[in-house]
């Protein structure tokens, strides 16, 4: 649904679990392929 209102737009999925999906950048401590930042 959010492809088809802003197909050119960057879009980030937060809390992302599993794979990723072609066109979005992903943030969470299940997602697969994201940046893992730990607090110091």
Known sequence: MIESYF????KIELNRR????A???AWG???EGAAH???D
């Open 7 to 10: 197909p050119t737009l960057p």
């Open 18 to 21: 599993g794979p990723e999906r």
């Open 29 to 31: 401590n299940e997602a």
């Open 23 to 25: 066109g979005w950048d």
């Open 37 to 39: 930042f730990e607090a």
